[in-house]
């Protein structure tokens, strides 16, 4: 596959990979990456905050560097796992959606993402009611909003902090739609990536609000590195996917300093580029099918857990840690806290998600035909 030419790649069918006879290994190493970053991201916002105004003090009493210094340092870093959730987002939206429809598209993006995220507007909502003192409520009207999934567009607060990452990945989709829409080719997304790629690198320069919040500096090209690596995967490797992931690196690593700089305050900068760096070879590593032998159905299951654990750890979480830091030590508060997550995102996913997949899809399929034939 690596000797094909560009044009030569650009004309691959849409419905199956170069070689159709080849059989497509579930990639459950994904499913793994996937709740590990999750864990990481919740250690962090558990155990690896510093700064006075952060929830991480608040829930404690007095800074966690103090309780426990060892599990602080480790989970300083733990915040680079959303840097990781966008490149594997990049990869996976690009596999899932190939060979797909517009309508299709869309449809699998709304059974993926609201029935857990409704569930978890509501959860968090009702544990800050319950226990109050740690974050402020919502007033109802800004609640409801929230369960559009669009309030950060429309100026109102998160029901929980963590929701920021969504509206990064709805404005990805709604740019990746259009790509979609022509059929997807490799020479269509790689004109993607260099054209998200370019308007990511002039939008901080160009003075337009708008041009900023279509373009997403700050997480462009961690998505572009996750569609660069599913090319690489599908089509082989070739000396312009591996530009495009060097150009992903270097702008990652450029907006890892940003982010220590300006929002997180805990981690070095050496250090999470380091891990950002291992993430991507790993990366690389799944790409040219190195990893395609580690299986296992319990991978499966991780994966389903990791999107309600995300959405439900932060503000419920930190909560309940603030309730029970005087009652244990407070590394057993982090696994009982974690754990119980877990087993919560799993009822999620088992009673919540996989029901209103079902009944989202029927719905929204059957509106689209009505549309259909309405307009013929």
Not at 277 to 283: E, G, I, K, R, S
């Amino acid at each position: 596959m690596t000797g094909l030419t560009f044009t030569q790649r650009s004309r691959v069918p849409l419905s199956g990979p170069l070689d159709p006879d080849r059989p497509r290994p579930r990639l459950y190493v994904l499913d793994g990456l996937r709740l590990l970053a999750a864990l990481f991201v919740a250690l962090h916002h558990f155990a690896g905050t510093a700064r006075a105004d952060r929830p991480g003090n608040l829930i404690w009493g007095r800074p966690v560097s103090e309780i426990m210094p060892d599990v602080f340092r480790v989970a300083s870093y733990g915040w680079i796992g959303v840097e990781i959730f966008f490149v594997i987002s990049g990869f996976v939206i690009c596999m899932s959606c190939w060979g797909r429809t517009p309508r299709q598209f869309f449809v699998s993006r709304v059974i993926r993402l609201y029935p857990a995220y409704w569930f978890a507007v509501l959860f968090t909502t009702g544990v800050l009611a319950a226990f109050p003192g740690v974050w402020e409520r919502l007033e109802p009207r800004d609640v409801m909003l929230n369960l559009t999934m669009l309030q950060s567009g429309a100026g109102v607060a998160n029901v929980d902090g963590v929701y920021w990452t969504l509206w990064a990945e709805l404005r990805f989709y709604l740019l990746f739609l259009v790509v979609v829409a022509f059929g997807l080719t490799y020479r269509r997304v790689v004109l993607f990536c260099c054209v998200w790629g370019a308007a990511a690198m002039l939008a901080p320069s160009a003075g337009s609000p708008l041009f900023m919040l279509v373009a997403n500096p700050s997480g462009a090209w961690y998505f572009i590195a996750g569609l660069a690596l599913y090319l690489m995967y599908r089509f082989g490797q070739d000396l312009l996917l591996w530009g495009i992931l060097g150009m992903a690196w270097l702008m990652g690593q450029k907006e890892i300093g940003t982010r220590i700089d300006t929002v997180e305050g805990v981690s070095g900068w050496r250090g999470a580029v380091l891990i950002f760096t291992v993430f991507l070879l790993v990366m690389v590593a799944i790409a040219r099918g190195k990893l395609d032998w580690v299986r296992g159905r319990w991978l499966v299951t991780a994966g389903a857990m990791t999107y309600p654990l995300y959405l439900l750890h932060y503000a419920a979480g930190t909560t309940l840690i603030s309730r029970l830091r005087d009652d244990m030590d407070a590394r057993l508060v982090i696994v009982v806290v974690l754990a119980g997550f877990l087993t919560v995102s799993w009822g999620v996913h088992r009673a919540v998600e996989r029901p209103l997949a079902g009944v989202i899809k029927r719905g929204l399929e059957g509106a689209f035909l009505r549309v259909k034939g309405v307009g013929g």
